[in-house]
């Protein structure tokens, strides 16, 4: 069993940054490789990036290369994504997920566990 919860959502001006926080319990973090997804309303969920459990290996989808960065510290149980250049349509709950598969995945129901998600809000 992974428990995820997320942090670090909130209202930014387009042009702005965020970085957001997923912690997670369970002893075999270091082992899980971890995605970010986001809903908009009434949209499904979007693939963001994705982090092998070593970190040598990132993914990221097209509409935020070059603008967002995921990483993680396994002695902290935690994985970030640092959101720049932030546009009004990044608007969305945020939410990380992890598997335990090992390697990276991009579509949500190859995830086994998911936080609860944060608000990322995007004003023009």
């Known amino acids: 069993q992974v428990q995820l919860v997320e942090s670090g959502g909130g209202l930014v001006q387009a042009g702005g940054s965020l970085r957001l926080s997923c912690a997670a319990s369970?002893?075999?973090?270091?082992?899980?490789?971890m995605g970010w997804f986001r809903q908009a309303p009434g949209k499904e969920h979007e693939f963001v990036a994705a982090i092998t459990w070593s970190g040598d290996r990132r993914y990221y989808a097209d509409s935020v290369e070059g603008r967002f960065t995921i990483s993680r510290d396994n002695a902290k149980n935690t994985v970030y994504l640092q959101m720049n250049s932030l546009k009004p349509e990044d608007t969305a709950v945020y939410y990380c997920a992890s598997d335990s598969s090992g390697s990276i995945k991009v579509r949500p129901y190859e995830y086994d566990y998911w936080g609860q998600g944060t608000q990322v809000t995007v004003s023009s």
């Open positions: 369970g002893r075999t973090f270091s082992r899980y490789v």
